[in-house]
């Protein structure tokens, strides 16, 4: 198991893609770093009232939104890219166990996922902390290590979309058709949940794969088209789910067909 890891590491890091889609990420999170900057300039520039409505937190959380469509995209061209060239045969071939195969990949996957969406959301929280310096904006108040756990889990988050988009282009074997899964499960599904008439709307929202680590932090959800009627626990386990389940459908697809 330890060399099909290897292998499949070897594979990531030799595709330019994850190169490109890893800078990207990490450009984004800069760049959300900048922000903070212009918006405690902007700060410094407003009135009481004003300074009681103006909120930082959306703008923290872009970093990991983003990674997770990034990662996702990453998943998919893991799977996706040996279909195109055929190279997916000379793997099954080097190693004929269907499920150790998708199972190494997967572990390399997930942990590059873990990596970069940990790295980016809380260098996203620190950052931005450090940009807007002392002041008091009204929801950054507490202290980091009240922030910490949200921001963790939404790195996990990340990890999580890495999978499923490696599932989905294993199911689907089309970089293309699985990216475009990938992206209506990232935004798109919970925009049109967000507009169906309630409590639906709340109730589905709430099973939102990118809404559930303010639901495993336990913060409310009101700033955002996600619900927030999971608790901690039930919310974990949902995100679980959404790693695992496609995975072992893929297994069993990947187990029963031609490659």
Same mark, same amino acid.
């Given at each position: 198991m330890l060399d099909a890891v290897a292998a499949e590491w070897w594979k990531l890091r030799s595709l330019r893609s994850t190169y490109v889609i890893v800078s990207v990420t990490a450009g984004f999170a800069v760049f959300v770093v900048l922000l903070a900057v212009q918006q405690?300039?902007?700060? =410094?520039?407003?009135?009481?009232?004003?300074?009681? *409505?103006f909120l930082?937190?959306?703008?923290?959380?872009?970093?990991?939104?983003?990674?997770?469509?990034?990662?996702?995209?990453?998943?998919?061209?893991?799977?996706?890219?040996?279909?195109? #060239?055929?190279?997916? *045969? #000379?793997?099954l071939v080097a190693m004929p166990s269907r499920s150790r195969f998708l199972a190494?990949?997967?572990?390399?996957?997930?942990?590059?996922?873990?990596?970069?969406?940990?790295?980016?959301?809380?260098?996203?929280?620190?950052?931005? *902390?450090?940009?807007?310096?002392?002041? &008091?904006?009204? =929801?950054?108040?507490?202290?980091?290590?009240?922030?910490l756990p949200g921001f963790a889990a939404s790195g996990v988050a990340v990890a999580v979309f890495a999978l499923l988009g490696l599932a989905l282009g294993v199911l689907l074997r089309s970089a293309a058709g699985a990216i475009?899964?990938?992206?209506?499960?990232?935004?798109?599904?919970?925009?049109l949940v967000y507009h169906l008439p309630?409590?639906?709307?709340? *109730?589905?929202?709430?099973?939102?794969?990118?809404?559930?680590? #303010?639901?495993?932090?336990?913060?409310?959800?009101?700033?955002?088209?996600?619900? =927030?009627l999971l608790s901690p626990p039930a919310a974990a386990a949902v995100l679980?789910?959404?790693?695992?389940? &496609?995975?072992?459908f893929a297994g069993l697809v990947l187990a029963r067909r031609d490659a």
């Amino acid at each position: 198991m330890l060399d099909a890891v290897a292998a499949e590491w070897w594979k990531l890091r030799s595709l330019r893609s994850t190169y490109v889609i890893v800078s990207v990420t990490a450009g984004f999170a800069v760049f959300v770093v900048l922000l903070a900057v212009q918006q405690a300039h902007v700060w =410094d520039g407003l009135d009481a009232a004003q300074r009681a *409505r103006f909120l930082l937190r959306p703008l923290q959380e872009l970093g990991g939104w983003v990674a997770q469509l990034c990662l996702g995209v990453l998943g998919v061209l893991a799977a996706a890219s040996e279909y195109r #060239t055929g190279m997916v *045969r #000379t793997s099954l071939v080097a190693m004929p166990s269907r499920s150790r195969f998708l199972a190494a990949k997967a572990v390399v996957v997930a942990l590059t996922g873990l990596a970069v969406g940990e790295a980016v959301s809380i260098g996203c929280l620190l950052g931005t *902390r450090l940009a807007v310096g002392g002041r &008091p904006f009204p =929801d950054q108040r507490a202290s980091i290590a009240h922030d910490l756990p949200g921001f963790a889990a939404s790195g996990v988050a990340v990890a999580v979309f890495a999978l499923l988009g490696l599932a989905l282009g294993v199911l689907l074997r089309s970089a293309a058709g699985a990216i475009v899964a990938v992206v209506l499960l990232w935004h798109v599904v919970p925009l049109l949940v967000y507009h169906l008439p309630g409590p639906w709307n709340e *109730r589905l929202g709430s099973v939102m794969l990118s809404g559930l680590p #303010t639901e495993i932090a336990g913060l409310s959800a009101r700033q955002s088209i996600y619900g =927030d009627l999971l608790s901690p626990p039930a919310a974990a386990a949902v995100l679980l789910a959404y790693a695992f389940v &496609p995975l072992a459908f893929a297994g069993l697809v990947l187990a029963r067909r031609d490659a």
